[in-house]
């Protein structure tokens, strides 16, 4: 079965440094990968998404993400870190049908000043 | 473009109550998918529709239903309400052109 795995529950970045969250997965054939994010009381906002093509992504708000078949992972990466970025992000893959994901337990992102 | 809709974005309930969410999906998206959101089990699907057919369904109870109407929105209904049903329900749009979904604000829902 699909599975998605953060290692990170929490990570504390400092404003303006750089940020990788980690993601693993596991899926037997090319898999349709996502990053979202939530923010305090809201719903997921769509980061980037990898269906095929280059494995180098780009997203909204200056994220981008890998994919690594060989280690089956899909880090998210950004390489300043505002205040605003302090959120829980999720990594996710779709099983079966994008319609249908199965999300990873999340890492919440601190951001200090 | 208009968001996806949820209503109501609060609700309380007593165990043993049902309960009804409803979700108003991006327009000209056909196929709406629901999420429970807990703190111990994150994210899970539940169910998807697509043109008023359940295509996909989670592992839920039966207690757990769903319908799509045929303009597209869809409602949940969750019944003979338990205290482990406490939740963000979360609605999403799908986009078949672009594989993509697209998330409402949530409905938090509090069983007593």
């Known amino acids: 079965a699909q599975s998605v795995t953060q290692p990170d529950i929490h990570i504390t970045v400092s404003e303006g440094a750089s940020l990788e969250l980690r993601c693993n997965y596991s899926y037997g054939a090319t898999p349709y990968l996502f990053w979202y994010v939530q923010s305090p009381g809201q719903g997921l906002q769509l980061l980037l998404k990898y269906f095929s093509g280059d494995t180098l992504v780009q997203g909204i708000k200056g994220f981008e993400a890998e994919f690594k078949r060989s280690q089956s992972s899909f880090n998210l990466r950004k390489p300043s870190v505002h205040w605003s970025d302090a959120a829980e992000y999720f990594c996710a893959v779709a099983a079966g049908g994008f319609q249908k994901l199965v999300f990873g337990t999340g890492t919440r992102l601190l951001v200090s000043p | 473009k208009a968001g996806v809709t949820q209503t109501p974005r609060y609700l309380i309930k007593t165990r043993g109550q049902q309960v009804t969410l409803s979700c108003s999906p991006i327009?000209?998206?056909?196929?709406v998918s629901w999420y429970q959101q807990t703190p111990g089990q994150g994210l899970q699907f539940l169910f998807e529709y697509f043109s008023e057919t359940q295509r996909n369904k989670g592992n839920f109870p039966g207690r757990f239903s769903g319908r799509q109407f045929s303009n597209s929105r869809s409602e949940m209904n969750v019944s003979t309400l338990e205290l482990g049903d406490s939740a963000l329900y979360l609605c999403?749009?799908?986009?078949?052109?672009?594989?993509?979904?697209?998330f409402g604000p949530g409905t938090r829902l509090t069983v007593l």
């Open positions: 327009s000209g998206h056909r196929s």
């Open positions: 999403a749009s799908n986009e078949g052109d672009t594989d993509t979904q697209y």
